[in-house]
């Protein structure tokens, strides 16, 4: 089993800054890629950014240049940092982590969810 204890959202402001959080924890081997995605009320949910192991990021393009993806592997964290905040950002926020699992010298790969985090972006 995996756990994902997300933290960190909250209210702002536009123009505001936020900081959130997401640690993995469990009987996993490893974690390959960890990422965060949203999901605003009517939308579908959709890729904010990815981090791989090695530190390589990809962002959605409505957050480049103001969200920040990084990593603790140490920690099994990942951490999204928000700045320069708009309206069109207030959605509820996932992590998603690849965990790696070995059984009988195979190795298997599967992803997690966290259980959401709310960013709301309000004057």
């Known amino acids: 089993q995996v756990q994902l204890v997300e933290s960190g959202g909250g209210l702002a402001q536009p123009g505001g800054s936020l900081r959130l959080s997401c640690a993995a924890s469990?009987?996993?081997?490893?974690?390959?890629?960890m990422g965060w995605y949203r999901q605003a009320p009517g939308k579908q949910r959709e890729l904010v950014a990815t981090?791989?192991?090695?530190?390589?990021?990809n962002y959605a393009n409505s957050v480049k240049g103001r969200f920040t993806i990084s990593r603790d592997n140490a920690k099994n964290t990942v951490y999204l940092q928000l700045n320069s905040l708009k309206l069109e950002d207030t959605a509820v926020y996932l992590c998603?982590?690849?965990?790696?699992?070995?059984?009988?010298?195979?190795?298997?790969?599967?992803?997690?969810w966290g259980q959401g985090t709310q960013v709301t972006v309000s004057a």
């Open positions: 981090v791989t192991p090695g530190g390589s990021t």
């Open positions: 469990g009987s996993f081997a490893s974690i390959n890629t």
């Open positions: 998603n982590v690849d965990t790696i699992f070995w059984r009988l010298g195979i190795s298997t790969t599967t992803a997690y």
